[in-house]
């Protein structure tokens, strides 16, 4: 079985400071790790992914995120927070095995952006 | 290009009743998954669709049922509806068995009364 935390249910950050929010997995299997956002009464969209490869990714928007297998951590950063932020992230993982690729989520962290 | 739309957007229902909630993929995407998101908490895998196959199942009772058809749209259906159902239904879309990479719709709230 294969679970996500996300550490903190609520971050908030000034404009222009550093985001990071932490994600760490639990899997069995080599994971498959990505980053999605939710705006207020949207669907969800991917940011980044990681499969295989290299470890730091880049994704949308400036955001980054580095798969550590040794921590078994998958924290998403940003050097300068936007007002645009403020959202909902949340991390998922999945793994190649069963054919399905059935994410499972965190609980999400809320991101505010303090002007 | 368009993307993947949910109907409806809203609705009511009361206990005991039974809803069919309705997704069409993304162009040229032939898998469909399913999630519910409760207020407050991440998305939960339902199931998937693959080429008309249900391809992967979450941990949910037999009351919640789905379909793909031909053109790879999808109904979601929930029999003897609980106050718990009550959720964000999420239909996302993916151009195949792929990489877990899902391209989602805007959701459809029910709310069971």
């Known amino acids: 079985a294969q679970s996500v935390t996300q550490l903190g249910s609520h971050v908030s950050v000034s404009e222009g400071a550093l985001v990071l929010l932490r994600c760490n997995y639990s899997s069995s299997v080599p994971p498959y790790l990505f980053w999605y956002v939710q705006y207020p009464n949207q669907g969800l969209q991917l940011l980044l992914k990681?499969?295989?490869?290299?470890?730091l990714v880049k994704g949308i928007n400036g955001f980054e995120a580095e798969f550590k297998k040794s921590e078994t951590s998958f924290h998403l950063t940003k050097p300068s927070a936007h007002m645009s932020d403020a959202a909902e992230y949340f991390c998922a993982v999945t793994s190649s095995g069963a054919g399905s690729y059935q994410l499972t989520f965190g609980k999400g962290t809320k991101l505010s952006v303090i002007p | 290009e368009t993307g993947v739309t949910q109907s409806p957007t809203h609705l009511i229902k009361t206990r005991g009743q039974q809803v069919t909630l309705r997704c069409s993929s993304q162009?040229?995407?032939?898998?469909v998954s399913w999630y519910q998101q409760a207020l407050g908490q991440g998305p939960q895998f339902i199931f998937q669709?693959?080429?008309?196959?249900?391809?992967g199942r979450g941990n949910f009772p037999p009351r919640f049922s789905g379909l793909q058809f031909p053109n790879y749209s999808s109904e979601l259906n929930v029999n003897a509806l609980e106050l718990d159902d009550s959720a964000l239904y999420l239909c996302?879309?993916?151009?195949?068995?792929?990489?877990?990479?899902?391209?989602f719709g805007e959701g459809s709230r029910l709310t069971v009364l």
């Open positions: 990681y499969t295989t490869g290299a470890t």
């Open positions: 162009s040229g995407h032939n898998t």
């Open positions: 996302a879309s993916s151009p195949d068995l792929g990489t877990g990479e899902l391209f």
């Open positions: 669709y693959y080429r008309e196959e249900e391809n």
